[in-house]
């Protein structure tokens, strides 16, 4: 894994989030690596120095597949 600044984490299920984070990486160019929500790993975090988020907005909270990352990472990280 190399490492990079910026770990883009993105969940989407009508392509509008995976828009946005298409368009982070477009802009951060190889200082970023996008991976999805549910792929996401401990590694990944570790070895990022900076994080953007994209996922929709259900119910004033984030989408559940983003959450599942949040928790499924807490303790390892």
Same mark, same amino acid.
């Given at each position: 894994?190399?490492?990079?600044?910026?770990?883009?984490?993105?969940?989407?299920?009508?392509?509008? &989030? #995976?828009?946005?984070?298409?368009?982070? =990486?477009?802009?951060? @160019?190889? +200082?970023?690596?996008?991976? $999805?929500? &549910? #792929?996401?790993?401990?590694?990944?975090? =570790?070895?990022?120095? @900076?994080? +953007?988020?994209?996922?929709? $907005?259900?119910?004033?909270?984030?989408?559940?597949?983003?959450?599942?990352?949040?928790?499924? +990472?807490?303790?390892?990280?």
């Amino acid at each position: 894994m190399t490492e990079r600044p910026l770990l883009i984490a993105w969940h989407s299920r009508t392509g509008t &989030s #995976e828009a946005l984070a298409k368009a982070a =990486l477009e802009g951060a @160019g190889d +200082l970023a690596e996008m991976i $999805e929500a &549910s #792929e996401v790993r401990e590694e990944h975090v =570790l070895a990022a120095r @900076g994080y +953007l988020f994209a996922c929709p $907005e259900n119910l004033a909270t984030m989408s559940g597949m983003m959450k599942e990352m949040f928790d499924r +990472l807490y303790y390892p990280v």
